[in-house]
């Protein structure tokens, strides 16, 4: 339920970090790999999602980061998680994650930096939160005494179902009443059609497949808005800056690259992507990408993007007004990306 709300996750976030911060103290140095044009390192880890592309493979696979090369370390199991292996040290860069997930880690004290975008809302066909067809829920206020999916809590999905109760005019003690079960990777269709949960979070295959309606979507309650980040952790930038503005810039390019390309081709090059990692996962979901929605050039950022998850950590007493520093959040240093 929401009676812990996001100060909870707040102080979850801050102890998952501190003891990653501890074990990062005890990894061995980064190995001292052959450079070339001054990059400190030729590999660079990263965690993945099945049947996804991310900015950073597809920059990879057009050439951009060359020659660094990516080294797969395993299966993101959500942003938080993708943050802690940054910071850590068991990945160069955080898993694509949620904007204010990020703030949440600076207000925490830790020493992370958000250096792109990773993705955004738009309006998009194929998202959005569901129930079932025949279902008696129709507002927002039909959901007090529901269940609701997610996959993990303090994040994307839970600000957002917080944010449309809020706009509906639900109190705290109505919005409390609204149960968020985390629910395992892909399994977010089976629970709501088993009946399990009462609304969840759905993309293309599951809407295609008929018998659900949809509630609500992102783009609808805070409109073009860059809500997925990557986060590295400041010691490998300090370490490392080279080799960051490398990757940086390279995803910047990526981004840009799927923005001038038609559709079909993007996914196309996707395809020949998966095929070629040979990994156990399949394609189904690539037919419904249509952009990553995120809406600032090259993923460069400004204040404002962070600005509505620090007004929700203001709201919920977790900040005071002006504490936070937006340029400990964010940095387009390293971004080097011209269209010239």
């Given at each position: 339920m929401f009676k812990q709300g996001w100060g909870k996750h707040l102080f979850d976030l801050s102890c998952m970090v501190t003891?990653?911060?501890?074990?990062?103290?005890?990894?061995?140095?980064?190995?001292?790999?052959?450079?070339?044009?001054?990059?400190?390192s030729l590999e660079f880890k990263y965690?993945?999602?099945?049947?996804?592309?991310?900015?950073?493979?597809?920059?990879?696979?057009?050439?951009?980061?060359?020659?660094?090369?990516?080294?797969?370390?395993?299966?993101s199991t959500g942003g938080p998680q993708g943050i802690q292996s940054a910071l850590s040290g068991?990945?160069?860069?955080s898993s694509p994650s949620f904007a204010g997930s990020a703030v949440k880690m600076v207000a925490s004290g830790v020493p992370g930096t958000?250096?792109?975008?990773?993705?955004?809302?738009?309006?998009?066909?194929?998202?959005?939160?569901?129930?079932?067809?025949?279902?008696?829920?129709?507002?927002?206020?039909?959901?007090?005494?529901?269940?609701?999916?997610?996959?993990?809590?303090?994040?994307?999905?839970?600000?957002?179902?917080?944010?449309?109760l809020k706009k509906a005019g639900l109190t705290p003690e109505e919005i409390n009443q609204v149960t968020l079960v985390v629910l395992p990777p892909g399994s977010s269709e089976q629970a709501l059609r088993n009946g399990h949960v009462d609304l969840a979070p759905l993309t293309g295959p599951s809407i295609e497949r008929g018998g659900v309606r949809r509630l609500y979507r992102d783009y609808d309650l805070v409109g073009d808005l860059t809500t997925g980040t990557y986060v590295m952790a400041n010691r490998?930038?300090?370490?490392?800056?080279n080799t960051t503005r490398k990757v940086v810039t390279g995803i910047a390019k990526a981004i840009e690259w799927s923005r001038q390309q038609p559709r079909d081709q993007v996914i196309a090059r996707f395809e020949q992507i998966l095929a070629k990692?040979?990994?156990p996962e399949n394609n189904a979901m690539l037919k419904y990408w249509t952009q990553w929605g995120i809406p600032s050039t090259a993923g460069k950022f400004k204040n404002d993007d962070f600005k509505i998850w620090v007004d929700n950590l203001i709201e919920e007493d977790q900040l005071k007004q002006n504490q936070i520093d937006y340029k400990k959040i964010y940095s387009n240093q390293y971004n080097e990306y011209s269209q010239n």
């Amino acid at each position: 339920m929401f009676k812990q709300g996001w100060g909870k996750h707040l102080f979850d976030l801050s102890c998952m970090v501190t003891m990653s911060l501890i074990l990062l103290g005890c990894t061995k140095p980064a190995s001292k790999l052959t450079t070339v044009d001054g990059l400190e390192s030729l590999e660079f880890k990263y965690l993945g999602s099945p049947g996804i592309v991310t900015p950073l493979e597809l920059a990879e696979d057009l050439g951009y980061l060359a020659p660094i090369k990516l080294s797969y370390q395993g299966v993101s199991t959500g942003g938080p998680q993708g943050i802690q292996s940054a910071l850590s040290g068991d990945s160069d860069i955080s898993s694509p994650s949620f904007a204010g997930s990020a703030v949440k880690m600076v207000a925490s004290g830790v020493p992370g930096t958000v250096v792109i975008a990773a993705y955004g809302t738009f309006d998009d066909p194929f998202a959005g939160y569901y129930v079932l067809e025949n279902s008696p829920i129709q507002s927002a206020r039909d959901l007090i005494g529901k269940k609701v999916g997610t996959n993990i809590l303090g994040a994307q999905v839970e600000y957002m179902l917080k944010t449309y109760l809020k706009k509906a005019g639900l109190t705290p003690e109505e919005i409390n009443q609204v149960t968020l079960v985390v629910l395992p990777p892909g399994s977010s269709e089976q629970a709501l059609r088993n009946g399990h949960v009462d609304l969840a979070p759905l993309t293309g295959p599951s809407i295609e497949r008929g018998g659900v309606r949809r509630l609500y979507r992102d783009y609808d309650l805070v409109g073009d808005l860059t809500t997925g980040t990557y986060v590295m952790a400041n010691r490998y930038i300090a370490e490392h800056p080279n080799t960051t503005r490398k990757v940086v810039t390279g995803i910047a390019k990526a981004i840009e690259w799927s923005r001038q390309q038609p559709r079909d081709q993007v996914i196309a090059r996707f395809e020949q992507i998966l095929a070629k990692r040979k990994r156990p996962e399949n394609n189904a979901m690539l037919k419904y990408w249509t952009q990553w929605g995120i809406p600032s050039t090259a993923g460069k950022f400004k204040n404002d993007d962070f600005k509505i998850w620090v007004d929700n950590l203001i709201e919920e007493d977790q900040l005071k007004q002006n504490q936070i520093d937006y340029k400990k959040i964010y940095s387009n240093q390293y971004n080097e990306y011209s269209q010239n």
